[in-house]
């Protein structure tokens, strides 16, 4: 009730509760031309004592790259509130420039982690194979597999806008029988891919999945639970683009991955950490534009940018005896 009557007062003008030593002071700057370093100063008054100008231009420099990062020092460094923390993750540019001009064949028999997300009836369920940097090939290498319902294809390609059929036609979706995601083909997708390669394990978020994940696990092939939380995903977010920036993974141009690539943004709290989230239309995420195929790399990635180094250490320097 003394709250009440005090907000009362407050809405009233009544100032007679106003502690007069208190004196709030905003710094920011409102304004476009962030990199301009005398515009830094109005956001932090303290730059050059509590904060050095060098701190402030490295960070600067390393946001002037990701799109998600420049709204990161607008928030974070120039009290700026930018509408939606969400920017594109990468330009299509960098997925179109990782073109491979490999065959699948040509890795027969090696090793390989495996990615997966995993849906019921709208969104894609997608499973990647990643090879590693070996002996044949000094790149990291992507293929896809992907999966929809075949009885709501034909509602998915209008409400989606998007020629699954079309994709379906060219083998970069696969048709599972019924409304609901069949998880016996994708399955046997698995099994076939685990008779050619050999599969060292799978990153995989396993919502929607664990009777798959159970079944493949008891014949053999270990898998590791991935969330799409910031702690999870931050990492091999970042590991994955570093590979595209430096030319160092390839793929076999899936236009069905182009498409769901070009729909990834990135959302970055205030420590910095990112997960991936659904391309935005104004202010409200577009739930038709899938980014499946990109989550699944990122889950499967996780585990693969681990690929030669979780080796026993008696593997590298045997028995110490003293």
């Keep these: 009730k003394a709250v009440s009557i005090l907000n009362a007062r407050r809405r009233n003008g009544d100032k007679t509760r106003d502690l007069p030593t208190w004196y709030p002071v905003i710094h920011a700057y409102t304004g476009n031309d962030i990199w301009n370093e ?101 790149d990291w290498r ?20 998007v020629p699954y059929d079309l994709f379906a036609a060219g083998g970069w979706v696969i048709p ?46 270990v898998y590791a639970a991935i969330s799409q939380s910031p702690k999870d995903m931050t990492d091999p977010i970042n590991f994955t683009e570093i590979l595209l920036r430096e030319g160092k993974l390839t793929h076999d141009g899936d236009p069905l991955v182009r498409w769901a690539f070009g729909n990834t943004s990135v959302w970055k709290n205030g420590s910095g950490q990112g997960k991936f989230v659904k391309e935005t239309r104004g202010h409200r995420i577009d739930a038709t534009k899938r980014i499946d195929p990109i989550v699944a790399l990122v889950c499967g990635m996780s585990r693969a940018k681990l690929y030669g180094i979780e080796k026993s250490v008696y593997e590298t320097r045997g028995i110490i005896s003293i």
């Design 38 to 138: 005398r515009n830094w100063k109005k956001a932090n008054p303290s730059l050059g004592v509590t904060l050095r100008i060098e701190d402030l231009r490295a960070l600067a420099q390393e946001a002037k790259l990701p799109p998600a990062d420049e709204r990161l020092f607008r928030w974070l460094h120039l009290c700026q509130w930018p509408t939606t923390k969400l920017s594109s993750w990468l330009p299509l540019d960098l997925f179109d420039a990782a073109r491979g001009t490999w065959k699948l064949s040509d890795m027969d028999g090696e090793d390989c982690y495996l990615g997966g997300d995993f849906s019921t009836t709208v969104d894609l369920s997608s499973v990647p194979v990643i090879f590693p940097p070996q002996a044949n090939h000094a």
């Design 142 to 161: 992507v293929k896809w597999y992907n999966f929809m319902p075949e009885e709501t294809m034909t509602e998915r390609i209008r409400t989606d806008k």
């Design 176 to 221: 599972t029988p019924g409304s609901t995601i069949d998880y016996a083909t994708i399955e046997a997708k698995i099994l076939e891919l685990n008779a050619r390669f050999n599969i060292i394990e799978m990153g995989t978020d396993p919502s929607f999945a664990l009777y798959l994940l159970q079944r493949i696990e008891n014949m053999g092939i």
